[in-house]
């Protein structure tokens, strides 16, 4: 339905309503312009048109293009579901990337299925606020003697037909603000689904490094036992490297645990059922890290434009004001029109009776001064959370820009310098053991060394890989927690290998 400069109702004079209700109201309309008035009325509530949620989906996809890749969709038939479940089956054959996972949450989550159809519930409860009450109908039939009377009232809200071009306006503004909530509960989910997939792969190649670790302080606490046993190690020396052996064990089993929980966690954002977490397949090891880190320019205060929590609070400012004089008219006011035909029939004869009614709620005892507080109240409180917004996000952006560079020189410091060095290390090693210049629990110590050094490069990257997709969802959406500095190892002590 579009108000301009007329009401625009395709198709209306072809609906049963019209034909079966036209006549009545046009019959007992012909000389009263009141009810003609009433007929408008409530022919306009019929010609409203209904929230098309197939379009917000696609404006989603528009606004959250990096995030959805235009994929989003509400599947609403057994053809859709069927589609969704069949590319489900694909991704699942492979081993899933980053890419792949975001692809199989919008297609398979029925979190996002509720988040979408959520918003469609909410988009429509706003536009039904602009609606035009049905109009109510009255019959009475009342008898006095001889003296038979048949009334009939056909009433409305005066008041909701005159506020309908405001009251269109709020409704519209409510339904932009439940689709910037769409956008960004779709943006804020897959950035969750983005971090669940770097913790899941993360936590699996760290439990590889962890075994191997375990390994290693086996195959020490082993030698130490055996040394031992022919004399050539204390009972001090054994219990060192029986303890840190016992320590990989409790590690290893941590490791476990960890990577478990953070592939059930991906399992949980992917909305997989038993047979498809079964199928799930993940890569061996985080991608590389980017040749280059993204540049401080796509930081910028024109991002801060494209903010989601910016865009709403300034939909909540506008509606605030736009809805405060309606409010206060419909809480001061309540008018209602009505056209009466009323018949009568005394001694055989009959005449018939037309007029109409006006009822108005008179404001003798709340003149409106609380309401109107509390509505100024309203605005204002929507103006600071505007402000508080634009202040913060500018201040979000920079802390996650921060966090994103951060983490990048850290991995790349590691990937670059540390673990070349702890290699190289690791090869001069075997030679000095080779040689005889060292033994073999000097070897596998450093041996655990190196490993060590692997796994908080893995940290580095995870952390990494956490802060882009936090700072991607910064960038559109809400900010989301990060951290800059890589987690702790969690790897055993090296022993002392002092005799």
Not at 377 to 404: F, I, K, M, N
Request: hydrophobic content about 45%; aromatic content about 4%.
């Amino acid at each position: 339905m579009k108000i301009s400069k007329g009401i625009v109702m395709p198709g209306l004079t072809r609906h049963p309503w019209w034909r079966a209700n036209v006549q009545w109201i046009a019959g007992q309309a012909r000389n009263d312009k009141a009810h003609i008035l009433a007929a408008v009325a409530a022919l306009l509530v019929s010609g409203c048109a209904s929230i098309d949620i197939d379009q917000a989906v696609k404006e989603t996809n528009v606004i959250a293009r990096d995030h959805t890749d235009g994929r989003l969709e509400l599947s609403r038939t057994p053809a859709q579901a069927q589609a969704r479940q069949q590319l489900a089956r694909q991704l699942l054959a492979e081993p899933l990337g980053m890419d792949g996972t975001v692809q199989l949450a919008l297609a398979n989550s029925p979190a996002m299925q509720s988040l979408i159809a959520q918003s469609w519930a909410d988009m429509t409860a706003a536009d039904q606020q602009s609606r035009i009450a049905n109009p109510v109908f009255s019959f009475e039939r009342t008898r006095l003697g001889t003296e038979l009377e048949l009334g009939r009232l056909l009433s409305f809200g005066l008041l909701d037909l005159l506020t309908l071009p405001q009251r269109r306006v709020v409704a519209d503004n409510r339904v932009a603000q439940a689709k910037a909530q769409l956008a960004a509960g779709v943006v804020e989910q897959v950035a969750r689904v983005r971090q669940a997939w770097v913790q899941a792969v993360a936590s699996g190649q760290k439990l590889t490094y962890a075994a191997q670790v375990k390994d290693a302080a086996e195959a020490s606490a082993e030698l130490a036992r055996r040394m031992q046993q022919v004399g050539n190690f204390t009972r001090l020396q054994r219990a060192r490297q029986h303890a840190f052996y016992a320590d990989a064990t409790a590690q290893l089993a941590l490791a476990q645990h960890a990577a478990t929980a953070a592939r059930e966690e991906l399992v949980r954002q992917l909305g997989l059922d038993d047979a498809q977490a079964a199928q799930l397949k993940l890569p061996e090891r985080l991608p590389d890290l980017p040749k280059e880190p993204r540049a401080a320019a796509d930081v910028s205060a024109a991002a801060l434009q494209q903010r989601l929590d910016i865009r709403l609070a300034r939909l909540q400012l506008e509606g605030a004001g736009n809805a405060q004089g309606l409010e206060l008219a419909n809480s001061l006011f309540d008018t209602e029109l009505g056209v009466r035909h009323d018949t009568i029939f005394d001694h055989g004869e009959r005449a018939n009776r037309r007029g109409f009614e006006l009822s108005i709620r008179l404001p003798l005892f709340d003149g409106g001064a609380a309401a109107r507080a509390a509505m100024d109240a309203q605005t204002l409180a929507a103006a600071a959370r505007y402000d508080a917004a634009v202040r913060g996000a500018a201040s979000h952006l920079r802390e996650s820009y921060s966090a994103y560079r951060t983490a990048h020189d850290v991995a790349r410091h590691y990937r670059d310098e540390i673990v070349p060095l702890r290699k190289t290390m690791a090869e001069e090693n075997v030679l000095r053991y080779n040689g005889m210049l060292i033994g073999v629990f000097e070897l596998l110590a450093d041996t655990r060394e190196q490993i060590a050094g692997v796994v908080s490069a893995i940290d580095a990257q995870q952390q990494f890989w956490l802060a882009d997709a936090g700072l991607s969802a910064a960038l559109i959406g809400k900010p989301m927690a990060t951290s800059a500095a890589p987690s702790a190892t969690g790897a055993p002590t090296r022993p002392d290998e002092r005799h």
